[in-house]
Nanobody
Framework: EVHLVESGGGLVQAGGSLRLSCAASGFTFDDSAIGWFRQAPGKEREGISS????????NYADSVKGRFTISSDNAKKTVYLQMNSLKPEDTAAYYC?????????????????????WGQGTQVTVSS
């Protein structure tokens, strides 16, 4: 059974940092894409970053480029999202998602509909 468990959310002041973790199990982690998404109240879910666990190539939304960094520790089957220079508009529920069994080089997607598995989410609140 596939499990994705997010952690690391919380309350932080604007300009601060948080590191989110996504611990994965139940699928072949090394041949997958892991994406981070967020959803604020009343807004659509937004893909913000993704990584290929086999090639470590990454993808970022313009809204977080230069502030957020995604990384993968394949030995721990965990993907991290380092979030710096946080803004109040970053406040949202953050989710990680996985698409497994991807063979070959690819650009990891920010499209939520290509991901098969989802975690329960972790809340990030940035105060002004």
């Amino acid at each position: 059974e596939v499990h994705l468990v997010e952690s690391g959310g919380g309350l932080v002041q604007a300009g601060g940092s948080l590191r989110l973790s996504c611990a994965a199990s139940g699928f072949t982690f090394d041949d997958s894409a892991i994406g981070w998404f967020r959803q604020a109240p009343g807004k659509e879910r937004e893909g913000i970053s993704s990584i290929s666990t086999s090639y470590s190539n990454t993808n970022y939304a313009d809204s977080v480029k230069g502030r957020f960094t995604i990384s993968s520790d394949n030995a721990k089957k965990t993907v991290y999202l380092q979030m710096n220079s946080l803004k109040p508009e970053d406040t949202a529920a953050y989710y990680c998602a996985a698409r497994a069994n991807i063979i070959g080089y690819f650009t990891p997607s920010l499209n939520q509909y290509v991901y098969d598995y989802w975690g329960q989410g972790t809340q990030v609140t940035v105060s002004s």
